[in-house]
């Protein structure tokens, strides 16, 4: 299992990780110091606990994924 995170502008990899909860915590650690409109250089993806692709998810999208998933996170 794994969740990548890419620079497609640059074509660089911002960082493999092994659970989606810190993929996306880095997403919007981007997000929070560059603006939401820089997701449009980022996309996520990977392969999840049984193998199957994640697919991947850039844009807006990736902006709302975070979000929602940092919503879910306990205080």
């Given at each position: 299992?794994?969740?990548?995170?890419?620079?497609?502008?640059?074509?660089?990899a911002?960082g493999?990780?092994?659970?989606?909860?810190?993929?996306?915590?880095?997403?919007?650690i981007?997000?929070?110091?560059?603006?939401?409109?820089?997701?449009d250089e980022?996309?996520f993806?990977?392969?999840?606990?049984?193998g199957?692709a994640?697919?991947?998810?850039?844009?807006?999208?990736?902006v709302?994924?975070?979000?929602?998933?940092?919503?879910?996170?306990?205080?």
């Amino acid at each position: 299992m794994f969740y990548d995170v890419w620079d497609v502008e640059t074509n660089n990899a911002v960082g493999r990780f092994e659970t989606e909860a810190a993929a996306l915590e880095t997403v919007r650690i981007l997000l929070d110091a560059y603006g939401d409109a820089y997701a449009d250089e980022l996309q996520f993806g990977g392969e999840d606990d049984l193998g199957r692709a994640v697919p991947a998810v850039g844009g807006e999208d990736l902006v709302a994924l975070a979000r929602r998933r940092d919503m879910k996170q306990p205080a």
